[in-house]
């Protein structure tokens, strides 16, 4: 048999795993669907090969930074509220919707530095009269020294803080956008993005991700068996659906648990 490339031939390869032509394998088609979705949404939610980190940019243009200063309103509670929605709210819409598939964003990039460049930024002369010769100075001096003025910098100048939640896939960057924006320049973002399997169809042969929709798929149809459970079939076979939701139960339990403790990247790396 192929290896699993496809949804399909994913559902083909966990049916065979439980006994599939030999044994028939009662759950609908839409039901193994939901049961794929699941592993799939599960993989990509805890397995470090489910996502990548990723750069994105995006230029900005005069109509959204104008955009940006607008505001929405809201009003309170109508119910349990003394004022009966009578406050009303403003809430800035400094945001930029960003692609579904982003999980995650770690960081915005550090926006235009006028000074970078110029002949009287610090770090310019640091490189310009100490660096000239790699053994004329101690390096780990002039990294002591960059730490230094990147503190300082974060303390005196700071950057702009940033808001995210991936139901909402809307970035908010907290700052004055007529200041610190111009038209045409760019946003870059480090994020963490879910892989597409549709794309990157190795996904579907990942060995966890097989074992994990098998037993998904397993506990399925011990669900759909429940109902009939001790009933003797033409022939005298007694189904036992409660036993395939036990064995289901704990082959889940033990295979959430590896890809917790052996496969999750650590929970820092996903906070922006």
Request: aromatic fraction near 10%; charge should be negative.
């Amino acid at each position: 048999m192929a290896i699993p490339n496809t949804k399909a031939t994913l559902l083909s390869y966990c049916k065979r795993q439980l006994g599939y032509p030999v044994v028939e394998i009662n759950v609908d088609d839409d039901q193994a669907d939901d049961v794929l979705d699941d592993a799939l949404q599960y993989f990509a939610e805890y397995h470090y090969d489910g996502t990548i980190r990723t750069y994105l940019k995006h230029q900005i243009t005069t109509a959204e930074i104008a955009i940006q200063r607008a505001n929405t309103t809201l009003s309170s509670s109508s119910s349990g509220g003394s004022d009966s929605g009578a406050t009303s709210w403003s809430e800035g819409t400094n945001y930029i919707e960003l692609p579904e598939s982003v999980m995650s964003v770690i960081k915005v990039f550090p926006l235009h530095d006028k000074q970078s460049n110029s002949m009287f930024d610090l770090r310019y002369q640091l490189r310009l009269n100490d660096l000239y010769d790699l053994t004329s100075t101690s390096i780990l001096y002039y990294e002591m020294v960059q730490q230094h003025l990147g503190m300082l910098d974060d303390i005196l100048v700071g950057s702009p803080l940033l808001r995210y939640s991936k139901h909402g896939n809307r970035l908010y960057i907290d700052m004055d956008w007529e200041v610190n924006m111009e038209n045409g320049e760019y946003i870059l973002i480090e994020a963490i993005r879910k892989m597409d399997p549709t794309t990157y169809t190795d996904i579907y042969n990942d060995v966890w991700l097989k074992k994990y929709a098998t037993a998904k798929l397993k506990l399925q149809w011990g669900q759909n068996l429940i109902k009939f459970d001790g009933i003797t079939m033409p022939g005298g076979v007694t189904l036992n659906g409660r036993q395939l939701v036990d064995d289901a139960k704990e082959e889940i339990q033990r295979l959430e648990e590896e890809v917790r403790l052996g496969y999750e990247l650590p929970v820092l790396d996903m906070i922006g």
